[in-house]
């Protein structure tokens, strides 16, 4: 198989219509072309040159993918078993999902000191105390879902 542009036919499907193949970080994924979301906003357009990589994180070299436990976000859309892509070269804002180490342990929290903040599904407020040790260690820039766990 070629390792470029590879036809759907190549996949046993029916039409020729390219489609682009990319590899993140081993698993080889292939980009289907563009697809109206309402509106008809093009979600990929196969004439622009972009990497997943480039898609998911504004600076991939220092992103890192992590395998979700727990329910704790789960009112921001963030299953368990979902893959969070969090961007270690930001700096955190108000308001964004974090990854933070509390006291050694990590965690994704919503950023919004003096608090940190859970939604399971409702909105937890955990304040920040003096003798928590507390550092930011990332930002979440995407959520990869599997949507049969959706179902």
């Not at 969090?86 to 342990?105: K, Q, S, Y």
Request: proline share 7%; glycine share 10%.
């Amino acid at each position: 198989m070629d390792r470029g542009i590879i036809t759907q036919t190549e996949l046993a499907m029916t039409t020729t219509t390219e489609i682009e193949f990319i590899t993140l970080d081993g698993a080889e994924l292939y980009i289907v072309g563009g697809v109206a979301c309402g509106n008809d906003v093009i979600l990929y357009d196969p004439g622009e040159e972009e990497r997943l990589e480039d898609f998911l994180s504004r600076h991939p070299r220092a992103t890192r993918y992590l395998r979700t436990h727990g329910n704790s976000l789960i009112g921001k859309g963030i299953h368990p078993g979902s893959i969070v892509v969090v961007d270690t070269a930001m700096e955190p804002r108000f308001g964004d999902i974090a990854l933070v180490r509390v006291n050694g342990d990590l965690m994704l929290k919503g950023y919004e000191p003096p608090c940190l903040v859970s939604w399971r599904p409702h909105r937890e407020e955990l304040p920040i105390e003096p003798w928590m040790v507390v550092s930011v260690e990332g930002v979440l820039s995407s959520i990869i879902i599997p949507f049969h766990q959706l179902r």
